[in-house]
């Protein structure tokens, strides 16, 4: 169990701090809006209404006893600044902040962030790629290159064992899972499994190798 400081709770914030619920962590969730604070109350270990700007004000929250500051402010990219760089000025162990655009990004890392997110990016590459093919069922980024992709079974490797087909030689993706009745197999996967029909896998490479691999 970890403890997080999450600041700004707009719809970004609020769902963040819905799933630190759902994976039983400790979370105060700070805004300067009232209603924002009340809403989120039945979902998090505390929360305060609260200028996340002003230093005295982020003193008093003892920043540096949290496992993880999250700074959600969407709509202040001034403010969203100021809290990074303060909260790590006054020791947090490590700052993730939300950006809208890449210039927010450099200037959130050169001022306290020590990582950070695009929550409208993110999604916006995810809604590309997931919905412009017809045998994607689901899609994680692993940094600038590499994915997993969760996609159809082609027919024509249906009753085929993975050695038979040899993609992680042919196409150097390698078959991490499989899906079917829209449960993951625990089996570990070997070369002498064969893919079932009506199922999905779950592979991971790089896009352009899992592309080629899938005629995606």
């Not at 963040?16 to 979370?27: P, S, T």
């Not at 920043?63 to 959600?72: E, G, Q, S, T, W």
């Not at 093919?133 to 969760?150: K, N, Q, T, V």
Request: charged share 25%; aromatic share 6%; glycine share 6%.
């Amino acid at each position: 169990m970890k403890t997080v400081l999450l600041i700004g709770l707009g719809r970004f914030g609020r769902h963040i701090a819905m799933k630190l619920n759902e994976l039983n962590q400790q979370v105060m969730a700070v805004d300067k809006d009232e209603e924002r604070v009340n809403a989120i109350l039945p979902f998090v270990t505390n929360a305060q209404i609260g200028d996340s700007t002003s230093e005295d004000f982020l003193i008093s929250l003892g920043v540096r006893n949290y496992d993880l500051c999250i700074v959600a402010i969407g709509d202040n990219f001034q403010s969203s600044l100021e809290t990074a760089s303060l909260l790590k000025e006054l020791g947090a162990k490590k700052v993730v902040a939300r950006a809208g655009r890449d210039i927010q990004a450099k200037f959130l890392l050169r001022n306290g962030a020590d990582e950070v997110v695009y929550p409208e990016k993110q999604m916006a590459n995810w809604t590309a790629i997931r919905y412009t093919s017809d045998h994607i069922a689901d899609y994680i980024a692993l940094g600038d290159d590499h994915a997993i992709f969760e996609v159809e079974v082609p027919n024509s490797w249906v009753g085929k064992s993975i050695g038979q087909l040899d993609v992680r030689k042919r196409y150097h993706v390698n078959i991490m899972a499989i899906k079917q009745n829209g449960k993951f197999s625990m089996t570990v996967i070997t070369p002498d499994i064969s893919l079932p029909v009506n199922s999905t896998i779950l592979v991971l490479g790089t896009q352009r190798d899992i592309q080629k691999c899938f005629h995606i």
